[in-house]
């Protein structure tokens, strides 16, 4: 069974994912910017792998509907800048607002739903110390005030942790914030719209403002009415679309689980009235299978419904929502979410329709009636599953103490082969370089490595999580044949230097 990501430690997965250029801070020699992220070589790769894998099994090759027949599936690639009427009727302009607390003191700004305080259990309130919920070195922060103040040497055990949210307003006057020692420091909760906003003209006036968009789902709805009109597609059917979206989050934070700017691997599945509940069950299920058959198959994943009272306003009638968790270092022992999949009902054909004076109905030539799908979302986050794919894979090794490597399923892992010549001589360069030119143009992700030991180039190998290593050694020559080292068990055995391409194949490419 895979090691619990709770005992791995996320200082060290992204000190790696630095020094192997999987991650990197955007704008890093400007001192960075919070929030953001880049994808160096190996990360842009692993990201790269993972939407592949998703439009290859979601949209060219979904398997059968719950009614036994093929899933009718089509691609979309809209537009980050839409009409700014888009976020009027989707309700983003009026509702897309978080509860923000701020602080007059350190001049900081945090979402009221992140922020916990700590008191003393037994003891009548008289001071309490906020924190930004997994933040271990804030709560430990303010687990050593409280004791300052109680003049008690405080453990776990003594104090009781809760939102903030739970508290009345009054509490307030009473609370230390996260980066002050004084209290009363923090206002009240007040709403924050999370759109960006940009202009689109020269003059940068209020008539010019358009917005980043904060979802991908809208761009899809926007264009039912094209994809019917210019496509075969018969309900019901989805449309699918990866791509960048931008909310700007007000305490970003845990690495790339909450950024500024992240992409979505997205579905809009529409049916028709009366048969949400059975595409609902089938895309929920289908998409948690998914996740699993990418190597996330351990106790770390759930797949959790939402409570009625956690609902978006657009599925508080549908069939429900559910979320596919994942148990990252920073959740324990808790989760955090992977994707959403949502009944979304006829919400958003129905506010477009009535916003645009555009019919965006649907015409069934057997029943001859029109009505407005229904809509079942599966959302992904791609930045999310790159993350969660790396806590999985970061694996120390047990007989290497100072040795980690990355345990990537080999679909997806950024490296696919590496090819070594044992020493630079005796026409063992030659041989691999041959090779090397052999695998490249079928498997892209080939890395040819003749320096170091080659103890030293499985090492690197690994900590990429290059899932085989090919050698040519002295008998090569000879017996035309080489050492393939495989990633997990580290062990070796000899193949036909001709069936090197057909070995690899059989294991990569499935």
């Known amino acids: 069974m895979t090691e619990p990501t709770a005992k791995k430690s996320m200082d060290e997965i992204m000190a790696l994912c630095k020094r192997r250029g999987f991650i990197f801070q ?45 899933v009718s599936m089509v691609g979309l690639d809209s537009c980050i800048i839409q009409n700014p009427k888009v976020w009027v009727a989707s309700g983003h302009v009026g509702g897309f607002n978080d509860p923000m607390i701020d602080c007059r003191e350190s001049k900081r700004r945090y979402r009221a739903d992140h922020l916990w305080v700590l008191g003393v259990a037994d003891a009548a309130q008289e001071r309490f110390y906020a924190y930004v919920e997994g933040d271990d070195e804030g709560r430990d922060r303010a687990l050593k005030l409280l004791g300052k103040y109680t003049k008690r040497q405080l453990t776990d055990a003594d104090v009781v942790a809760s939102p903030l949210a739970k508290h009345p307003a009054s509490a307030l006057t009473n609370t230390v914030g996260p980066d002050t020692k004084e209290v009363g420091t923090l206002t009240e909760p007040r709403a924050f719209n999370l759109m960006f906003k940009t202009y689109v003209g020269a003059t940068a006036s209020e008539e010019d403002v358009a917005y980043l968009r904060p979802e991908t789902a809208q761009g899809i709805f926007l264009n039912f009415k094209n994809v019917t009109d210019t496509t075969r597609v018969k309900m019901p059917f989805g449309i699918a679309q990866m791509g960048k979206a931008f909310r700007n989050e007000v305490t970003p934070r845990n690495f790339t689980f909450r950024s500024r700017e992240f992409e979505q691997m997205e579905i809009e599945f529409f049916c028709a009235p009366g048969t949400t509940n059975e595409w609902y069950a089938f895309w929920r299920d289908l998409r948690m299978r998914w996740w699993q058959s990418l190597g996330l198959a351990s106790d770390n994943l759930v797949l959790r419904e939402h409570d009625k009272d956690e609902l978006a306003h657009y599925a508080k009638t549908g069939a429900g929502t559910s979320d596919v968790e994942y148990r990252f270092p920073f959740t324990y022992p808790g989760f955090g979410e992977l994707e959403g999949i949502a009944d979304r009902s006829d919400f958003d054909l129905k506010q477009h329709a009535q916003h645009s004076k555009t019919k965006l109905e649907w015409f069934d030539p057997e029943a001859k009636e029109r009505y407005v799908p229904h809509v079942i979302e599966p959302s992904a986050g791609a930045d999310r599953g790159v993350l969660a794919l790396l806590c999985e894979a970061y694996t120390p090794d047990p007989a290497r103490p100072s040795k980690v490597y990355m345990k990537f399923a080999p679909r997806l892992s950024p490296l696919k082969a590496g090819v070594f010549p044992l020493v630079a001589k005796d026409g063992m360069p030659e041989i691999a370089e041959k090779l090397y030119q052999e695998l490249k143009p079928r498997f892209g992700a080939v890395e040819f490595d003749p320096k170091q030991t080659i103890g030293k180039r499985y090492a690197r190998m690994d900590e990429a999580g290059c899932p085989f290593c090919f050698t040519i050694d002295s008998d090569t020559a000879k017996d035309q044949s080489v050492t393939v080292r495989e990633r997990d068990t580290c062990a070796q055995e000899r193949v036909a230097l001709d069936k090197v391409s057909t070995y690899l194949a059989e294991r990569i490419l499935v």
């Not at 880049?38 to 990360?43: A, Q």
């Not at 993972?50 to 059968?64: E, F, G, N």
């Open 26 to 70: 955007a704008s890093e020699i400007y001192g960075g910017i919070n929030g953001f992220w880049d994808y160096g070589p190996l990360g842009a790769q692993l990201k790269k792998n993972l939407k592949d894998a998703w439009w290859q099994d979601t949209v060219l090759t979904p398997p059968p509907g719950p009614d036994g027949k093929p």
